[in-house]
């Protein structure tokens, strides 16, 4: 059997209860956990100066291979063109790109180095699986290095249309470099659809839909697939930790504190693309139009800090702030506080509790690949009394999660009426949505979004030694 190798910006510290972050670090770490292999990245660790060196850990199955960055290749490669013109621009705020092509050179010249690392480290027959937009030039490095392992990659954010991608100018340098994957993997089909899009509108390619339902192009001299692959979670994991928790100290604090009032529950990174303002600002709006909620529902938002040595986002942490001040001035009382802003991390099993013990579920980004916080929100409710998820149409958990109320994160209104519809939905209703979401969370968890895409790159073939991709994509 093939040894898997994952490969990602970052490897997340692994306790024994896994990961302490959700998203990719989860996804991935419960994919590889159960066919083994290995998993290789950045540590997190900043250098100063001298040489990185790659550091191995085995815990059971799995083969841990960190390596740390220098400061300037940290500086170029991860907060200047991943975050400072990829993040941006990829999740449609064209208006928040900042470009330096040094920086471009530098994301270049660090993933080229990263494959370096890697290549010693891979046998024949191993399988390769390549994560995120900070590793788009990851297959084209290892072509050039002479691999013909079969490479995959899976987008964990969303795929701009043609239009905003432009915005970023070397967007066919990009394009090019994932034409050098066997497989391309997106969260959602509208991703997919972007993609080929450009590769037919800007690129002169070719798209067509084959019978397994893949998606085979030609671009750049290069054929390879692609497809969409919606990341799930194990929902009844999930639900027996949040259980567990149900008697913690989190969750007895948060009851004993609101006296019995309903709960609106987030969970963010503190980022623009999350719609945390317009979140706020919906909040307020029900308070100012439906007076009879006031001292009787409280909105806890925890936004976990990220980032935080990038302007942007020190900017939403000034006007979350603010926001949140401003709101409980107005409306809060001696014995109640209706929003709670919370600027730290808890571990999972201290999240999956608190979804359970609160009503409604609010999860309303302005763009993102797919949220897994909506899927592990309704994982972790009670089956007989669950609460409500208010999802934003533009999160990719929108196309599977239609037990949900979806809204639009840019209507306030809309927003307001949908957590007032959560507040006083009959229990009949609550637990209708609440199933019909929970079957399609088990038909399509964590699991099968591997298998799928294993099986998919099982099935594209290895490339011919005879091919050099690198002088057929300048061709």
Request: proline share 5%.
């Amino acid at each position: 059997m093939s040894r898997l190798i994952i490969v990602s910006n970052r490897v997340a510290p692994i306790s024994e209860g896994g990961p302490a972050a959700g998203g990719l670090a989860v996804g991935v770490y419960d994919a590889l956990k159960e066919t083994g292999g290995m998993w290789f990245g950045w540590s997190g660790d900043v250098l100063a100066s001298g040489q990185p060196q790659i550091v191995l850990e085995e815990r059971g199955a799995v083969t841990f291979a960190t390596i740390g960055l220098l400061r300037r290749d940290y500086d170029q490669y991860y907060r200047g063109f991943s975050n400072a013109t990829l993040w941006p621009a990829f999740h449609y705020r064209a208006d928040l790109v900042q470009y330096d092509r040094h920086e471009y050179e530098g994301y270049s010249r660090v993933n080229a180095w990263l494959a370096q690392q890697l290549v010693p480290l891979l046998r024949e027959d191993d399988v390769i699986w390549v994560h995120d937009y900070h590793l788009i030039p990851f297959a084209q490095a290892l072509r050039a290095a002479g691999v013909k392992n079969r490479i995959g990659f899976f987008l964990h954010i969303p795929f701009p249309a043609s239009q905003v991608l432009l915005a970023v100018p070397p967007h066919r340098e990009l394009v090019q470099a994932l034409c050098a994957f066997d497989l391309l993997g997106f969260q959602t089909r509208p991703d997919l659809r972007a993609f080929c899009d450009y590769i037919v509108n800007e690129a002169g390619g070719t798209t067509a839909l084959q019978p397994d339902g893949l998606t085979r192009i030609e671009a750049f001299g290069q054929t390879l697939c692609a497809g969409d692959y919606p990341i799930g979670v194990y929902p009844d994991e999930i639900a027996e930790l949040a259980r567990a928790g149900e008697r913690g100290k989190p969750v007895r604090t948060l009851k004993s504190t609101l006296h019995g009032r309903k709960v609106i529950m987030s969970v963010d990174r503190l980022d623009y693309s999350k719609g945390l303002v317009e979140r706020f600002r919906a909040f307020e709006r029900l308070l100012d139009h439906t007076p009879a909620q006031r001292n009787k529902v409280s909105f806890v938002q925890i936004a976990p800090p990220t980032r935080a040595d990038l302007h942007a986002y020190q900017d939403i942490r000034l006007r979350l702030e603010a926001e949140s001040g401003r709101i409980n001035g107005r409306y809060a009382e001696l014995d109640w506080t209706p929003i709670w802003y919370i600027h730290r991390q808890y571990e999972r099993a201290v999240l999956a509790a608190l979804f359970r013990a609160s009503n409604v579920g609010y999860v309303t980004p302005l763009r993102d690949g797919m949220n897994l916080v909506a899927k592990e929100y309704v994982s972790a409710q009670d089956p007989e009394d669950p609460g409500v998820l208010v999802l934003s149409r533009f999160a990719g958990a929108a196309q599977e999660l239609s037990g949900a109320l979806i809204v639009n994160p840019l209507d306030i209104d809309g927003m307001a009426d949908a957590l007032g519809t959560a507040l006083s939905m009959p229990l009949a209703e609550r637990l209708a949505r609440y199933q019909d979401m929970m079957a399609q969370l088990r038909e399509n968890n964590v699991s099968v979004w591997r298998d799928r895409f294993m099986r998919d790159l099982g099935r594209v073939g290895v490339r011919q030694a005879s091919l050099p991709p690198l002088e057929r994509a300048q061709g």
